[in-house]
T-cell receptor
Framework: AQSVTQPDIHITVSEGASLELRCNYSYGATPYLFWYVQSPGQGLQLLLKYFSGDTLVQGIKGFEAEFKRSQSSFNLRKPSVHWSDAAEYFCAVEGTGGFKTIFGAGTRLFVKA | EAGVVQSPRYKIIEKKQPVAFWCNPISGHNTLYWYRQNLGQGPELLIRYENEEAVDDSQLPKDRFSAERLKGVDSTLKIQPAELGDSAVYLC???????????????FGPGTRLLVL
């Protein structure tokens, strides 16, 4: 069965510092992978997605993620965090063939001045 | 282009009362999803529609939850009667296949925050 693990419940980084949010998945084949961001009181916004091809995926707001098959990971990165990046981040996996999307529990990002 | 619209944004009810949520997906999106998001957790799929057909409702608690998508556009999700444990944010999302007929991307509405007292 599919599953997604986000090991970090919350992370605090200084503004301007780099960021990496971890995501590990369990699936029998190569799944579709997503990162979403959710600001307080808002719905989820797609940051980026991986379906196939280049394992380094560029997204909106300066985010990128790298799919590593050998590690079953899809970590999200940003070289320089802005205060407006403070939010909850969700990794999600969807099985090929249209199986339902499974979300991780989320990582809350705090940005300190 | 308007995004996914949900109403109401907030709802407070007493337990055992009924409640309904409404969703208007992005125009042209054939697939519609209802998710429930408990505090501190990620969204969990309740039901997925392809046009007016519910193609995955395995996670929908059918004893008290019901949903419909008449005419394959708007959708309503109902809970009757509501229980304390139903307090959560109910998210609606819609998607369509990209121009190459490939994978779908989901677009989420702002959600309805339900509090059952």
């Amino acid at each position: 069965a599919q599953s997604v693990t986000q090991p970090d419940i919350h992370i605090t980084v200084s503004e301007g510092a780099s960021l990496e949010l971890r995501c590990n998945y369990s699936y029998g084949a190569t799944p579709y992978l997503f990162w979403y961001v959710q600001s307080p009181g808002q719905g989820l916004q797609l940051l980026l997605k991986y379906f196939s091809g280049d394992t380094l995926v560029q997204g909106i707001k300066g985010f990128e993620a790298e799919f590593k098959r050998s590690q079953s990971s899809f970590n999200l990165r940003k070289p320089s965090v802005h205060w407006s990046d403070a939010a909850e981040y969700f990794c999600a996996v969807e099985g090929t063939g249209g199986f339902k999307t499974i979300f991780g529990a989320g990582t809350r990002l705090f940005v300190k001045a | 282009e308007a995004g996914v619209v949900q109403s109401p944004r907030y709802k407070i009810i007493e337990k055992k009362q009924p409640v309904a949520f409404w969703c208007n997906p992005i125009s042209g999106h054939n697939t519609l999803y209802w998710y429930r998001q408990n505090l501190g957790q990620g969204p969990e799929l309740l039901i997925r529609y392809e046009n007016e057909e519910a193609v995955d409702d395995s996670q929908l608690p059918k004893d008290r939850f019901s949903a419909e998508r008449l005419k394959g556009v708007d959708s309503t999700l109902k809970i009757q009667p509501a229980e304390l444990g139903d307090s959560a944010v109910y998210l609606c999302a819609s998607s369509s296949r990209d121009t190459s007929g490939g994978q779908e991307t989901q677009y989420f509405g702002p959600g309805t925050r339900l509090l059952v007292l």
